[in-house]
């Protein structure tokens, strides 16, 4: 087996293993509240109509905008798929189109909104305000809290191991460093070091100097290219795997199906 074909083995592993931890998650919620299950899945929302300065009609806001948004995040991917995978390409290039992707989809709100009502509903837990617009620390925070609970209730869930190879403490410290830009790439692309904390000023030892001194930080972080890579894959299965799995349950649904009443009459036919 070749190179090429090494590659398609492992993605096609990553996306089979995703599906079946995101199966399990949807059929724990869906035994636990159907209703809910839909409702998680494709949230009612309030018709809302947006004009723009261009045209002179309104523009209805999309029936499905879980969909669209998850839709956009991929449309990055694929948009630097191409460049990641061309050898002409050099490696520390590869390695920021690829973190730009990565982060791209891991800071898409809709599945951290569908993740979260998911295990609420698992948990016997009422919906309360979701993590839309919430920092990425924070939603990781909730997220990892929810995983917890049901893990204390004897639901052991194949999604939180996978989750957490996606959106780690250390993944939400490269990214605040990435997009603040403190991180240097160095060895042709196969590092990348946080640099953060990589000196930190320290009072002086002698109080009669003025000048302080400075000392390495001996926690700095390092990521080699295989690690980003890694990281690259496994969201881009996640992503395409939810899509797949959300699309095979609500394609029984009306196009324009918004309130949860609806929902309720229509999946307890299909879905039970």
């Known amino acids: ?83 990641v995978k061309s050898p002409e ?23 951290h909104v569908i993740l979260q009502h998911l295990l609420r509903i698992i948990n016997g837990k009422n919906n309360k305000k979701n993590l839309r617009n919430e920092d990425l620390k924070i939603k990781r925070k909730r997220i990892v809290i929810l995983f917890n609970e049901s893990k204390k209730k004897g639901i052991n869930l194949s999604m939180q191991k996978l989750y957490n190879n996606i959106c780690s403490k250390n993944i939400c410290d490269l990214r605040n460093a990435f997009f603040h830009c403190q991180y240097m790439v160095r060895a042709q692309g196969n590092w990348l070091m946080i640099t953060k ?19 390495e930080n001996k926690e700095q972080m390092c990521y080699s290219f295989s690690e980003v890579v890694k990281m690259y894959e496994n969201i881009t299965a ?8 959300r699309k095979e349950v609500l394609k029984v649904l009306p196009k324009y199906t918004r309130q949860p009443h609806n929902l309720h009459h229509i999946t307890s036919r299909y879905l039970i």
């Not at 590659?7 to 096609?12: E, N, R, Y």
């Not at 000023?201 to 003025?210: G, H, Q, R, V």
């Not at 996640?238 to 799995?245: D, E, G, R, T, V």
Request: aromatic share 10%.
């Open 1 to 83: 087996m070749n190179e090429s074909q090494k590659d398609k083995t492992s993605k096609g592993n990553l996306y089979k293993d995703w599906s079946a931890a995101i199966e399990q998650l949807f059929l724990h919620a869906r035994k636990k509240d159907n209703d809910r299950f839909i409702s998680a899945l494709k949230p009612p929302i309030v018709r809302i109509k947006f004009e723009f300065p261009t045209l002179k009609k309104r523009i209805p806001y999309p029936d499905d905008y879980m969909d669209e948004e998850l839709k956009e995040a991929l449309k990055i991917h694929s948009l630097f798929a191409e460049a």
């Open 89 to 111: 390409l050099e490696r520390e290039q590869k390695m920021r189109l690829m973190l730009i992707t990565f982060f791209h989809l891991l800071e898409a709100d809709a599945w």
């Open 197 to 215: 904390n990589v000196f930190e000023k320290i009072p002086s030892s002698e109080p009669e100097e003025k000048e302080e001194k400075v000392r």
């Open 238 to 245: 996640f992503m395409k795997a939810l899509i797949s799995k």
